[in-house]
């Protein structure tokens, strides 16, 4: 059910839908539902919440952004309770995040201007997410926890269903996770990140759950344009941490 064992279990403040996700996943279990189907179902919210951005409908946008988010937790949730975590609902979550992260965000320039701003914001999102989710594959690995997932995916599966899943994924996180891998080289104590459960809850502050939490609520408020300032003094600051958190010696209890 979980992705570490209980002892290996940290604050991941990006994971904040993670309890209503699982209560939803439970009840959803005795119906069958494959998780992909609320694969589809999140994306096909967030492509209506896409459309209501630019619609100005920014209310409505903002709690579709929210629900979203819930969803995106379901799946995973869905597939671990069945025992039945796969590689194509793997993929397949990754490439929902990455068309709609990519879609609001497109849809933030079209109503607030300044693509430079806008572009800024997508590439430092998406390298973020990225490295927390690097760190926290390897950290499952060491800790006997699910291992579906690598941190880098360049070895085509064997399940033939799940290739194009894998090769959309490639293409579009494939440069990521080698930056984020390559940086890790030049700065090796970085690998320190991946093996303290504190340093991963500190790295998830700024996660894609926050990321989208912040989203919806400035749509909800009606001041969506607020995000893209927001995100960009946010990542100035990941940056800075990125390279000063694994400094820090944690007291062992």
């Given at each position: 059910?979980?992705?570490?064992?209980?002892?290996?279990?940290?604050?991941?403040?990006?994971?904040?839908?993670?309890?209503?996700?699982?209560?939803?996943?439970?009840?959803?279990?005795?119906?069958?539902?494959?998780?992909?189907?609320?694969?589809?179902?999140?994306?096909?919210?967030?492509i209506?919440?896409?459309?209501?951005?630019?619609?100005?409908?920014?209310?409505?946008?903002?709690?579709?952004?929210?629900?979203?988010?819930?969803?995106?937790?379901?799946?995973?949730?869905?597939?671990?309770?069945?025992?039945?975590?796969?590689?194509?609902?793997r993929?397949?979550?990754?490439?929902?995040?990455?068309?709609?992260?990519?879609?609001?965000?497109?849809?933030?320039?079209?109503?607030?201007?300044?693509?430079?701003?806008?572009?800024?914001v997508?590439?430092?999102?998406?390298?973020?997410?990225?490295?927390?989710?690097y760190?926290?594959?390897?950290?499952?690995?060491?800790?006997?926890?699910?291992?579906?997932?690598?941190?880098?995916?360049?070895?085509?599966?064997?399940?033939?269903?799940?290739?194009?899943?894998?090769?959309?994924?490639?293409?579009?996180?494939?440069?990521?996770?080698?930056?984020?891998?390559?940086?890790?080289?030049?700065?090796?104590?970085?690998?320190?990140?991946?093996?303290?459960?504190?340093?991963?809850?500190?790295?998830?502050?700024?996660?894609?759950?926050?990321?989208?939490?912040?989203?919806?609520l400035?749509?909800?408020?009606?001041?969506?344009?607020?995000?893209l300032?927001?995100?960009?003094?946010?990542?100035?600051?990941?940056?800075?941490?990125?390279?000063?958190?694994?400094?820090?010696?944690?007291?062992?209890?």
């Open positions: 059910m979980d992705k570490v064992p209980k002892q290996y279990r940290f604050i991941d403040f990006s994971d904040w839908a993670r309890p209503l996700a699982i209560a939803i996943a439970r009840q959803l279990l005795p119906l069958g539902i494959h998780p992909v189907v609320v694969t589809i179902a999140f994306l096909g919210l967030g209506w919440a896409y459309f209501l951005i630019l619609q100005s409908v920014y209310w409505l946008a903002g709690l579709l952004v929210l629900i979203k988010n819930v969803l995106d937790s379901v799946d995973g949730s869905l597939a671990r309770l069945r025992g039945k975590p796969s590689l194509v609902g993929y397949a979550d990754s490439i929902a995040d990455a068309i709609l992260n990519t879609l609001w965000i497109y849809a933030l320039y079209k109503i607030c201007g300044n693509g430079w701003l806008a572009g800024t997508w590439f430092f999102l998406h390298i973020e997410v990225t490295a927390m989710n760190f926290f594959v390897i950290y499952r690995h060491l800790t006997g926890g699910d291992r579906t997932s690598k941190p880098l995916e360049f070895k085509r599966p064997k399940e033939g269903i799940a290739v194009p899943f894998w090769f959309l994924y490639v293409l579009y996180y494939g440069w990521q996770d080698l930056l984020i891998h390559v940086l890790v080289k030049v700065f090796p104590y970085l690998q320190r990140i991946a093996k303290d459960k504190n340093l991963l809850s500190i790295l998830s502050l700024w996660g894609l759950g926050v990321h989208m939490l912040l989203l919806g400035l749509l909800i408020i009606g001041k969506p344009c607020l995000f300032p927001i995100e960009l003094l946010g990542s100035v600051v990941w940056l800075v941490a990125l390279f000063l958190i694994p400094l820090i010696k944690f007291r062992k209890a």
